[in-house]
């Protein structure tokens, strides 16, 4: 297996995913309150989160990209229930995570596991990595699992130390003795050491050497296999997530735009937004060219979204079309358009096949016309 630098196309495990939702989520919101002035009287809300619905299927890994602050990793907070929610459902397998108290809060947390971006910042540099990983497993100890136990507890660390291709005796030592890569592989050993079905790694290599980050993909797609797990997987590296991702969800400013199976979404783009962010991946191919198609304006505040479609302020395609009012007066529903691929674009329809080819895969440049013809400007 390739990494994603070695540019083999959709090479994430497209196979995968029985079809089953694991998590079910509906118009999710979550808002924080902006607070001014000595009183802290409230001002308004960021809408980190505004009306997200999806779903993710067992054993599927689920990629997430867009813009930082589209709010990425709160929606995955929001789902473990680490931040919490304004509005809306999340189930998993048919039950409201968002509900549970008590005893079926504690057993969810199991099941629902984390792997943060920032090796170094998510270890205790004052803790060994036997208390590292074993402080999750006290937590979660009972009669049945005795991992409060510590020779049960010792075992079971040194067992997912192996697991994630660490040794055993590497439980003794402290996160500054190791590298970025193994530190990751402690967070992802970590989280795998309770057992869970999901988890939601926000973006577990983007803090990594280029070099690694294919080891830490491969790792997780491994693990995945072995213990039938699935992923909410979050990067801003859009090869990566072409790499590792089943399904791919495309966010802006706190909604999702577009969702689709990945080999669809790489080929077939549906919203202007996903196509802007694909010709900005440059191709290995010297010969292949590409349409970049550069986003002007900047990211509005999700404490202010605008109206109607909230890619307006930004969108060309809305510029090529003579600027239609709906654009700016109807927020565009998140609807299906065939095969699994869902888009919120009026207009997804009327983007020539043309400009999303050359903005997305490239023109190969015709042998001995170097600087001739420009097919792609003729095309946009
Ligand atoms: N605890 C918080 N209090 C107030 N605002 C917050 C808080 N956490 C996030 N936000 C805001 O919510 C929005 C979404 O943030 P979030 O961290 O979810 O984005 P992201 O897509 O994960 O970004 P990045 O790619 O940079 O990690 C941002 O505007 C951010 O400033
Ligand atoms: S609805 Fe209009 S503004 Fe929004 S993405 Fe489509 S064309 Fe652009
Ligand atoms: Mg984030």
Known sequence: M???DGGAAGGGPGEAGNGVPIVEIEDLKTYFPIRT???RRLAGYVRAVDGVSFEIRRGEVFGLVGESGCGKTTL?????RLQRPTGGVARLEGRNVLEFRGRDLRKMRRRMQIIFQDPVGSLNPRMPVSDIIGEGLLAQADVENRWGERKVRDKRVGDYLEEVGLRRDYARRYPHEFSGGQRQRIGIARALALDPEFIFADEPVSALDVSIQS??????LDLRDRHDLTYLFVAHNLSVIQYISDRVGVMYLG???ELSPVAELYANPRHPYTIALL???PDPDPRVRKKRI???GDVPSPAAPPPGCRFHTRCWLREQLGDPEECATIDPPFREIGGGHRVACHFAERIREEVSTAAVIGVEEPPGVPGGADPISQAS
């Open 2 to 4: 390739s990494g994603p």
């Open 215 to 220: 080891q830490i993909l491969n790792l997780l």
């Open 76 to 80: 995955g907070r929001t789902l473990l």
């Open 37 to 39: 002035g000595i009183l």
């Open 279 to 281: 010709s900005a991946v």
């Open 294 to 296: 550069v986003l002007t």
């Open 255 to 257: 909604k999702l735009v």
